[in-house]
T-cell receptor
Framework: EPEVTQTPSHQVTQMGQEVILRCVPISNHLYFYWYRQILGQKVEFLVSFYNNEISEKSEIFDDQFSVERPDGSNFTLKIRSTKLEDSAMYFC????????????FGPGTRLTVL | LAKTTQPISMDSYEGQEVNITCSHNNIATNDYITWYQQFPSQGPRFIIQGYKTKVTNEVASLFIPADRKSSTLSLPRVSLSDTAVYYCLVGDRGSARQLTFGSGTQLTVLP
């Protein structure tokens, strides 16, 4: 069964450093998303991406965040200058064209900012 | 977006049927009801989706009354591995819009 994969599974970084979280969505999917979940809190939407551009973004997704689909398979989330409060699980998800509201989530990357 | 309300937590014992109810009083005509499951440190996983009456798959059943202002996820004969957070979401089927998760229901299955 096809699945969304994410790397790394755990990333530890120092405050102020840049991190890139990587995702490989399901190959025939067209819509891609990043969500985050701070420990013990809700899953929160960050950004959606379609046709090589951002479709929607939340208030969380400020100028320190960016997304990119550098090739036909990878989808990345960059955090330019990490803050302590960026520590969270980051989930990538994908959605097929013509799908029925079932987004497929990856296993997540746990980001720890020290 | 229709707001959803579900219990914060529920406990059950292995082998029992568990019913988790979600209320969504402001559901729109085009909205479907979707349930996701999330295990600790994993991404949410789609369980079931429905519009009205009853839907059943290999994992669960979803009961939706005629007024559609609530829905009940039914898990038959739960096991310890069903311990997870269950989320009820309401939205337009086929929409690629982002999902809005509430706090969900923490189901704990006891031996």
């Amino acid at each position: 069964e096809p699945e969304v994969t994410q790397t790394p599974s755990h990333q530890v970084t120092q405050m102020g450093q840049e991190v890139i979280l990587r995702c490989v969505p399901i190959s025939n999917h067209l819509y891609f998303y990043w969500y985050r979940q701070i420990l013990g809190q809700k899953v929160e939407f960050l950004v959606s991406f379609y046709n090589n551009e951002i479709s929607e973004k939340s208030e969380i997704f400020d100028d320190q965040f960016s997304v990119e689909r550098p090739d036909g398979s990878n989808f990345t989330l960059k955090i330019r200058s990490t803050k302590l409060e960026d520590s969270a699980m980051y989930f990538c998800a994908s959605f097929p064209s013509g799908g029925y509201n079932e987004q497929f989530f990856g296993p997540g990357t746990r980001l720890t900012v020290l | 977006l229709a707001k959803t309300t579900q219990p914060i937590s529920m406990d059950s014992y292995e082998g029992q049927e568990v019913n988790i109810t979600c209320s969504h009083n402001n559901i729109a005509t085009n909205d479907y009801i979707t349930w996701y499951q999330q295990f600790p440190s994993q991404g949410p996983r789609f369980i079931i989706q429905g519009y009205k009456t009853k839907v059943t798959n290999e994992v669960a059943s979803l009961f939706i009354p005629a007024d559609r202002k609530s829905s009940t996820l039914s898990l038959p004969r739960v096991s310890l591995s069903d311990t997870a957070v269950y989320y009820c979401l309401v939205g337009d089927r086929g929409s690629a819009r982002q999902l809005t998760f509430g706090s969900g229901t923490q189901l704990t299955v006891l031996p």
